[in-house]
């Protein structure tokens, strides 16, 4: 029998013993970077990391497919504490918001009238959970929002998106990108 790579695995819910029992999307990444097996790849950023943990385990297997792309994607997103602060920031702003669209939706007016208080600030830990229980059902239209907000995500912290051009960029370490 053929070894599993990173080429032949399928990408499954939960956490796995070894790539010969699956891989969420995480461990993957972890495969990609050369680490040791494991769903908190070193190299990745924690906040990305927490949602994309709760999001493979959330939703089908066809949806879950499309995030393999995104495991090489996030191999090396790990940086300073101030972008990962403006990225669980931005995570925390969708989940607020995906919430109140459901409250508003669903239980107008009194959605109006409750919606404050489902604005907290769970940890760095929590905020990927917290941010894929907003979700109110998954749908290819939710799902779509959840591939454009890792997008926003990655973005975060990168030359581009501080607004420093590409040879200026490249002098300062990826830790030290100003976040706009």
């Known amino acids: 029998m053929a070894p599993v790579t990173h080429q032949t695995i399928k990408l499954s819910k939960g956490k796995h013993a070894s790539p010969e029992d699956g891989a ?3 461990e993957l990444a972890s495969m990609l ?3 040791p ?3 908190h790849p070193a190299s990745a ?3 990305i990391g927490s949602f994309l943990r709760a999001y493979n385990d959330s939703i089908d297997d ?3 497919q499309d995030l393999y792309a995104l495991a090489a994607r996030i191999v090396g997103t790990r940086t300073s504490i101030t972008i990962q602060r ?3 920031e931005r995570l925390t702003e969708w989940a607020f918001e995906m919430q109140r669209r459901h409250w508003t939706t669903r239980y107008l007016p009194l959605g109006r009238l409750r919606t404050s208080s489902l604005r907290r600030q769970p940890s760095a830990h929590a905020v990927g959970t917290y941010a894929v ?3 109110p059902k998954h749908t290819e239209e939710s799902h779509h929002e959840v591939l454009e907000l890792l997008e926003d995500m990655l973005a975060i912290g990168t030359p581009e998106q501080s607004g420093l051009s590409p040879d200026a960029a490249q002098d300062l370490p990826p830790a030290l990108y100003p976040v706009a």
Do not use: L, N
């Open 37 to 39: 097996f494991s769903d």
């Open 45 to 47: 950023c924690p906040v």
């Open 24 to 26: 969420c999307v995480m």
């Open 133 to 135: 229980r907003a979700i």
């Open 33 to 35: 970077a050369g680490e």
């Open 62 to 64: 066809g949806r879950r």
């Open 86 to 88: 403006a990225r669980a």
